[in-house]
């Protein structure tokens, strides 16, 4: 927030790569959001009776799935 308020190039600058990152952002998880609501429609349409498109379809959603991190403890 401190970029927008400042008027130097600099803050400008990085003011202008916030933006472009938020933008960049809110696509991937529309793309996401998209793709996933596909592969419902898929396995609706061609159900899991088929042992290999259940195998893709899985694996196609574990790939979606953001990593799972251990996250340290903060304080005490």
Same mark, same amino acid.
């Given at each position: 927030?401190?970029?927008?308020?400042?008027?130097? #190039?600099?803050?400008?600058?990085?003011?202008?790569?916030?933006?472009?990152?938020?933008?960049?952002?809110?696509?991937?998880?529309?793309?996401?959001?998209?793709?996933?609501?596909?592969?419902? #429609?898929? #396995?609706?349409?061609?159900?899991?009776?088929?042992?290999?498109?259940?195998?893709?379809?899985?694996?196609?959603?574990?790939?979606? #799935?953001?990593?799972?991190?251990?996250?340290?403890?903060?304080?005490?």
């Amino acid at each position: 927030m401190l970029s927008s308020v400042l008027k130097s #190039e600099r803050a400008i600058l990085a003011n202008v790569a916030i933006m472009r990152a938020f933008v960049a952002l809110r696509r991937a998880a529309t793309s996401y959001a998209a793709l996933s609501r596909r592969l419902d #429609e898929l #396995e609706r349409k061609h159900g899991v009776h088929d042992e290999k498109l259940k195998i893709v379809f899985t694996a196609i959603r574990e790939l979606m #799935e953001p990593p799972k991190k251990d996250r340290r403890k903060i304080g005490f």
